[in-house]
């Protein structure tokens, strides 16, 4: 069923809106000609093909349990699964931001932050002292103490969905106050990395299979359109492709 509760979150995607490894070539220590033309030996009819094994859940690397239950429930609030594609959780958003607390973004290792540290227009950017993956930690502590306050002792994961969307709400207009941290730097950090994980190329842990791509008709890292060039207004049904190969 379409979410209703915080209208337009399809409408942010799509206006927010590589190189491929080249294809192996047989050398010298490569299939002979002779090998290439024996045709392949069917396997019996008896013998059915081996399953995939299941995909084993990821574990986070930065986020401790009660930190993780939070970053899913919202970024499952901020993109839903509906009718038009896959939602947060099932491109793998979560992974997609534990795993950048662990890189450059996480520590801003590229980032000037030896101060000094004021209060300035948000045109100037991020200008504070906490690198994100701090951010991360004080904002989702925070955000589930104003939680247990405000509702009965329940953190953000804990709420209904039209609670959580209030809660969200209240940090991106920054009408909600928390401790430690700035609440609107907190929810830009989580609005900006969700989306990035939603459309990343998939070798970072999100948009999963590149459903998010196949949504919009991205045909991401492919190295040549040559045979695309002189066909306007034919539609390019190829799959996606990755930085690590092909998507499906």
């Known amino acids: 069923m379409k979410d209703e509760s915080y209208p337009d979150r399809r409408g942010f995607l799509r206006r927010s809106i590589a190189i491929v490894p080249a294809a192996t070539a047989f050398g010298a220590g490569g299939l ?57 959780i099932e491109a793998g958003v979560p992974e997609f931001i534990d795993r950048q607390m662990e890189g450059a973004f996480g520590h801003a290792a590229t980032w000037y932050m030896q101060g000094p540290f004021v209060e300035v227009s948000p045109l100037f950017g991020y200008q504070k002292k906490m690198p994100p993956r701090e951010v991360y930690r004080a904002g989702i502590a925070a955000t589930d103490d104003y939680s247990r306050k405000q509702f009965s002792g329940k953190t953000f994961a804990q709420l209904e969905p039209a609670r959580q969307d209030e809660v969200l709400k209240g940090l991106e207009g920054g009408t909600i106050t928390l401790d430690g941290v700035g609440a609107t730097d907190f929810f830009g950090f989580l609005l900006q990395n969700t989306k990035e994980g939603y459309f990343s190329d998939p070798i970072h842990g999100g948009n999963k299979n590149a459903a998010a791509w196949k949504m919009i008709g991205f045909p991401g890292a492919r190295a040549d359109y040559a045979d695309w060039v002189d066909r306007p207004g034919v539609k390019y049904n190829l799959p996606p492709v990755s930085i690590a190969g092909p998507q499906g």
Request: hydrophobic share 50%.
């Open 32 to 88: 002979t000609g002779a090998a290439l033309a024996q045709p392949a030996t069917p396997a019996p009819a008896t013998t059915p093909a081996a399953a995939a094994p299941p995909a084993t859940p990821y574990t986070p690397v930065y986020f401790n349990a009660a930190e993780w239950a939070f970053v899913q429930a919202a970024v499952a609030r901020l993109i839903p699964s509906d009718d038009a594609g896959p939602g947060a």
